[in-house]
């Protein structure tokens, strides 16, 4: 079975620091990978997305990820976040190889950016 | 174009009672999948209904089942509430199978409040 798994629960950042949250998975085949974010009060919407090609995947609001498949990792980065990036981020994994494979969530990781 | 919309948004109700929360996904749209968020679990998958059909189903009780009908709309039903079926229930939307398929879209979820 499918399982995600985020390393950091809660992490404070100051403004313009560096962020990088971890992000690994078991699955013994080939994987769809995303990360999704919650920010206070919103819908959970798409950061960015990995389904093949380049292992370094950009997404919106400058934040991008690396799929590196000998360490069933998907650690998403951002080089200076900001206030606005205080929000809690999903990591989510699906199985690609047979059939209707459910879409499998990290718990989640709550980031805040102190001004 | 609309996005995934969910009703009621916010519901209370007492142990022992049962609950219908529904799910209308993006036009064109064939693929709703159910999950449910509680701190701390993060999001955990319910199930996933493509053209009417359960394709997937998650690791919960016989209390909680679901449908989709042939406009592609969803229902959840949980008999039986218990306290711990307190969370947020989300609604996803894909669109129909094919390697685009993966990239689910989020409705603002259902808050039940079981007392």
């Known amino acids: 079975a499918q399982s995600v798994s985020q390393h950091n629960h809660h992490v404070i950042l100051s403004e313009a620091a560096s962020l990088e949250l971890g992000c690994n998975y078991s699955?013994?085949?080939?994987?769809?990978l995303f990360w999704y974010v919650q920010y206070p009060g919103q819908h959970l919407q798409l950061l960015l997305k990995?389904?093949?090609?380049?292992?370094l995947v950009k997404g919106i609001k400058g934040f991008e990820a690396e799929f590196i498949k000998s360490k069933f990792s998907f650690n998403l980065r951002k080089p200076s976040v900001q206030w606005s990036d205080t929000a809690e981020y999903f990591c989510?994994?699906?199985?690609?190889?047979?059939?209707?494979?459910?879409?499998?969530f990290g718990t989640g990781t709550r980031l805040l950016v102190s001004p | 174009k609309a996005g995934v919309t969910q009703t009621p948004r916010y519901l209370i109700k007492t142990r022992g009672q049962q609950v219908t929360l529904s799910c209308s996904p993006i036009?064109?749209?064939?693929?709703v999948s159910w999950y449910q968020q509680t701190p701390g679990q993060g999001l955990q998958f319910l199930f996933e209904?493509?053209?009417?059909?359960?394709?997937n189903k998650g690791n919960f009780p016989g209390r909680f089942s679901g449908r989709q009908f042939s406009n592609s709309r969803s229902e959840m039903n949980v008999s039986t509430l218990e306290l711990g079926d307190s969370a947020l229930y989300l609604c996803?939307?894909?669109?129909?199978?094919?390697?685009?398929?993966?990239?689910?879209?989020f409705g603002p979820g259902t808050r039940l409040t079981v007392l």
């Open positions: 996803a939307s894909s669109p129909s199978p094919g390697q685009w398929y993966n990239e689910q879209f």
């Open positions: 699955y013994g085949g080939t994987v769809n």
């Open positions: 990995y389904f093949s090609g380049d292992p």
């Open positions: 989510a994994v699906r199985g690609m190889n047979t059939g209707f494979q459910k879409l499998v």
């Open positions: 036009s064109g749209h064939r693929s």
């Open positions: 209904y493509f053209s009417e059909t359960q394709r």
